[in-house]
């Protein structure tokens, strides 16, 4: 189009013809949708008192075709979000204000956009999203190699190998540069797969693999303080009485699973995406 976006008579026309304003594999993203979209986040950054900034366009765009990469991967890996899940999404966000009136104004109000519009741009996006990242984590085939290189670390650990040359040699978390210390925690800060661990285990010992929501992590527990009572049993025992005030300090090990992120730039790396408005 040789007129800039959202300008002239393309514009216009666009409010009743289907017409692409760009496209992933062939797929098009129609330009009225886009207009949609770049004009209810015009209204939301002028409710909230923000500028947009000069890249403004190039953002809407960058957000339309992640969406449409996301659905071409959920296509790929037969990946659903049902019309009930959607409506449960909206439900959720109705239950926040006080009927469901209120929270059409305030849809209006913030966006400009009717409750039709709010789901197709916020609520599917978000379930659809969520719902790829649960079944790209949950993916035990795509998660294997990932998987592997935990167990690989774990087997060195067991037959005698120095943690903390472990955790420099496998750890993909920030905290490798610190020989994996994580510093003290308490009770209430210890993620849950970590308790367990963290509260049994003696100072010295090392966890089995723990396999969170996004990532595998071996733990070793430095050292403790504040507990009372008994010693501190073994890894298949059960923890002592804890005070108050008990709190533990651990060093990590950590492999990162494959996340959403890294399967969308592979997978538009490999994809056919064209943009024919002038942003």
């Known amino acids: 189009y040789t007129q800039p976006f959202g300008k002239g008579n393309t514009a216009r026309f666009a409010a009743l013809l289907p017409m692409p304003a760009a496209s992933v594999n062939g797929r098009w ?14 209204v939301f950054y002028a409710s909230e008192g923000r500028e947009t900034g000069g890249d403004f366009e190039e953002r809407v765009f960058e957000s339309l075709l992640r969406e449409a990469l996301v659905r071409g991967i959920m296509r ?7 019309k ?18 209120t929270f059409e104004d305030e849809v209006r109000t913030a966006y400009g956009w009717s409750l039709r519009e709010f789901e197709r741009h916020v609520a599917r996006p978000f379930a659809e999203t969520k719902a790829l990242e649960e079944a790209i984590l949950k993916d035990r085939e795509l998660q294997s190699e990932k ?9 060195k650990l067991k037959d005698g190998a120095a943690f903390d040359g472990l955790v420099l040699e496998y750890s993909e978390d920030a905290t490798s540069v610190f020989n994996g210390d994580v510093g003290w925690m308490d ?27 996004d990532r595998f992590v071996i733990l070793r527990v430095d050292d403790r303080e504040g507990f009372s009572g008994q010693e501190i049993s073994g890894g298949s025992g059960s923890a002592s009485e804890v005070s108050g005030s008990s709190r533990v300090n651990l060093s990590v090990l950590i492999v990162n699973k494959i996340s959403l992120s890294l399967i969308i730039q592979t ?13």
Not at 147 to 155: C, L, N, P, T, V
Not at 194 to 213: A, C, I, K, Q, Y
């Open 267 to 279: 997978f538009a790396e490999d994809s056919k995406m064209k943009v024919w408005v002038r942003l």
């Open 29 to 42: 993203i129609l330009y009225g949708r886009a207009l949609e979209r770049y004009a209810g986040l015009k």
């Open 147 to 155: 998987r592997a290189k935990i167990d690989e670390a774990f087997e």
């Open 187 to 213: 009770e209430s800060s210890l993620p849950e797969a970590w308790r367990g661990p963290g509260l049994n285990l003696d100072v010295g010992e090392t966890s089995p693999v723990l396999e969170e929501r």
């Open 76 to 82: 790929e890996r037969r990946v659903f979000v049902s």
């Open 84 to 101: 009930e899940e959607r409506r449960r999404i909206m439900e959720e966000l109705r239950d926040q204000t006080q009927d469901g009136e």
